[in-house]
């Protein structure tokens, strides 16, 4: 009889045979019955057949053997055949092929018919269409469809490269599933998480536990939940997942990336932080283009201006921010708010139909029957543009039916009207207001101890008026014409000047209070002026 080489490590391998098929029967996700193969498995060819004494339940087969069952063909240099128990081990050069789309190898395959479970262990490849499973260890369930690795396996699948400590690949539904320690290298990006499924077929990862993605252009994802297109970058996230690039940080319960285009969408909650401009956007629905530099926030959208004097809060029903020369030391951005915005800071606020502020020239723009606060004052107007430096307002420049108002009492306010006006700051305080064009004016004068001595009505082509401690302290007039009224005969037609309004029911009380919009009532709008046109030049009159 003729011997064969390492039996006893081949007996212990047999022995091992049996307790490997139970665990993998164990491993069903539900208490199904298990379906078995009846057919049986058939020796095809072999150079050599014999039969050894330490083992004589098997068929000992050596060189060229291939052995068929169920569709499956396998070649191996040797095996042990349990013909009884329709089972087989299989040594050196395995190959099982399923079909024409399914190959195993490895060093050894034990195999149970019944069950059709395979274990190929050493150096062992799992090959389906253009996927390839590489590992020491894969369990194969036929009957299942899936493959099991316990150890550390690498799936290779066109220019995804994915490593995990534990995973499982089912072919007929392209899904490969890994745990703990899991990496997936591409040349476009890299990702690392503790639990991961993918799908070969789509290029699809869909992420299941705590992700980190980081592109080759330095884009930054973190992400609970959601899918990951690995050919073309695009996300669709979920449980308030991240996108991060050039210190801008967008986050929301749901989030649509595309690292393509550079486009990200996020609903729910939305908070768009912009670290380098020190400002944020939020909303329920909030869009970011990396290229063009525009960010965009609606529904409930927030714009918050940080700066050392304080958090400036301006609400409107559309917010857009565009960055210009991005990436560069000339890079500046303009902000648009459109319809209804509101403004708070706790020295300043403001109320206008929309809004834009540019950054190049540190001016805001405002329009629509604006109207703005500054503690005890408040000036509005057709349009006013706000001049700020470094964030803390430094003049202010209010066109066409100008008025700037200062409580005195509950009845009685100073009053400046005019065609336009300058109002001026030192540290966000009312320094000096410059008015031209049909200036109106009422003012109450008082003693030093504050003692009322009466109220000034004057009418004068232009006037300065200078601040002190927040009051008035000398007043400059161009050829006025006026009347002193002593306190008790002031005439009630002359203490409130034509389109005075004191709108404290529109100001913004607090942050939260920029998304309760008022409206100014009917009959306290502005009059509709004409604007002026320039008129048409013809070269016949040049």
């Not at 029967?25 to 039969?51: F, G, T």
Request: hydrophobic share 35%; charged share 25%.
């Amino acid at each position: 009889m003729r011997k064969h080489g390492n039996i006893g490590i081949r007996l212990l391998i047999g022995t091992m045979c049996l307790s490997v098929f139970c665990v993998l029967s164990a491993s069903r996700p539900d208490n199904r019955p298990r379906k078995q193969s009846s057919e049986e498995v058939k020796l095809i060819h072999s150079d050599v057949l014999y039969k050894n004494y330490m083992d004589v339940r098997a068929d000992v087969l050596v060189g060229h053997v291939k052995l068929y069952h169920d569709g499956m063909y396998l070649d191996c240099d040797s095996a042990r055949f349990y013909k009884d128990d329709n089972t087989f081990n299989a040594y050196g050069h395995v190959k099982m092929v399923q079909g024409d789309t399914l190959t195993l190898t490895s060093d050894t395959l034990l195999y149970n018919g019944p069950m059709m479970q395979a274990h190929a262990q050493g150096h062992a490849v799992l090959t389906h269409r253009k996927t390839k499973l590489v590992t020491d260890i894969i369990d194969y369930d036929r009957l299942e469809g899936v493959g099991f690795y316990p150890r550390h396996g690498t799936l290779y699948d066109g220019d995804n490269v994915l490593d995990s400590d534990y995973g499982q690949y089912t072919p007929a539904l392209n899904e490969a599933i890994f745990k703990d320690n899991v990496v997936l290298v591409n040349p476009k990006f890299d990702l690392k998480t503790n639990e991961l499924y993918y799908y070969a077929n789509t290029k699809i990862a869909r992420i299941v536990s705590e992700t980190n993605i980081i592109s080759s252009d330095s884009t930054f994802v973190y992400a609970l939940r959601g899918d990951y297109n690995t050919q073309t970058g695009e996300a669709n996230l979920m449980d308030r997942s991240h996108v991060y690039k050039d210190m801008r940080d967008i986050v929301g319960d749901s989030l649509a990336f595309d690292d393509e285009t550079g486009v990200s969408e996020a609903f729910g909650d939305v908070v768009l932080i912009d670290v380098e401009n020190k400002c944020m956007l939020t909303g329920n629905y909030c869009r970011y283009e990396d290229q063009t530099g525009i960010a965009l926030a609606t529904d409930s959208a927030v714009c918050y201006e940080f700066s050392e004097q304080d958090t400036l809060y301006v609400h409107g029903d559309t917010l857009r921010m565009v960055t210009y020369n991005q990436k560069t030391d000339s890079a500046y951005r303009d902000l648009f708010a459109y319809h209804k915005v509101r403004m708070f800071r706790k020295d300043f606020q403001g109320v206008c139909d929309s809004l834009v502020s540019h950054e190049k020239d540190s001016c805001t723009y405002l329009y629509g029957q604006p109207i703005l606060w500054n503690e005890g004052q408040q000036v509005f107007g057709e349009e006013i543009r706000v001049y700020n430096n470094d964030s803390t307002v430094e003049w202010i420049h209010i066109i066409n039916q100008a008025m700037t108002i200062e409580r005195v009492d509950s009845v009685s306010y100073n009053q400046v009207a005019s065609k336009e006006m300058f109002c001026y700051f030192v540290d966000g305080v009312i320094d000096r207001n410059n008015a031209k064009g049909n200036v109106y004016v009422v003012y109450f004068m008082e003693e030093d101890d504050g003692a009322r001595i009466g109220m000034n009505y004057t009418e004068t082509p232009e006037l300065n008026l200078f601040m002190k401690n927040k009051k008035v302290d000398k007043i400059w007039m161009s050829t006025p014409s006026g009347v002193m009224y002593p306190p008790f005969a002031i005439p009630e037609d002359k203490r409130y000047l034509t389109g005075f309004v004191w709108f404290d029911y529109i100001r913004p009380k607090d942050k939260d209070d920029i998304f309760g919009w008022r409206s100014k009532k009917k009959e306290q709008e502005l009059k509709k002026t004409e604007r002026r046109v320039v008129p048409k030049q013809h070269l016949e009159n040049l």
